[in-house]
């Protein structure tokens, strides 16, 4: 191996190991829909503060991707922030399946919040194989820092 291809392996380590003792989180996903993005905008500068995650990533219904990128957006000061339509995460088939499974079940009126989940669960198993994921609530707003991991990772 070449001198420079060393120092460029070693300069890259050095930069993952400061990376990951200061960042935590690699990549934040949650899912917003109506009044939910407004308060995801208003907490977008207490979630950079406090959990500081590389990239922040929105679901939101394919019929308010507009509305969420110019308010998520506007409101993002520095925060790297991918809105990404629902449908791009989960199938219709996939979301009929969880309706249909639902109403056997008699938790239709749960409908919204289970549909949530899954495109969070999803959205989030899409990430690479190192990346540090945490599936948030949009309607949170973190007031001080957090702790989900420690040093080693766990």
């Known amino acids: 191996m070449s001198e420079f291809v060393i120092s460029y392996i ?31 905008a208003f907490a977008l500068p207490f979630i950079k503060k406090y959990l500081a995650p590389v990239l922040i990533y929105v679901a939101v219904p394919d019929q308010e991707v507009e509305r969420a990128c110019d308010l ?8 790297n922030i ?31 919040w289970y549909l949530q989940q899954f495109i969070k669960i999803k959205a989030s198993s ?16 973190p007031f001080r820092p957090i702790k989900f991991l420690m040093m080693r990772g766990r």
């Open 82 to 112: 991918q809105v990404v339509p629902d449908s791009k995460i989960i199938t219709v088939k996939e979301s009929d399946i969880i309706k249909k499974s639902l109403k056997e079940k008699g938790h239709l009126d749960k409908y919204g």
């Open 126 to 141: 899409t990430s690479e194989a190192m990346q540090r994921v945490l599936i948030w609530d949009s309607d949170t707003v």
């Open 10 to 40: 070693i300069d890259n380590i050095n930069s993952l190991t400061w990376r990951r003792k200061t960042q935590m989180i690699d990549k934040l996903v949650t899912c917003a829909t109506g009044s939910d993005i407004k308060t995801l």
């Open 72 to 79: 998520l957006l506007n409101a993002s000061n520095g925060v």
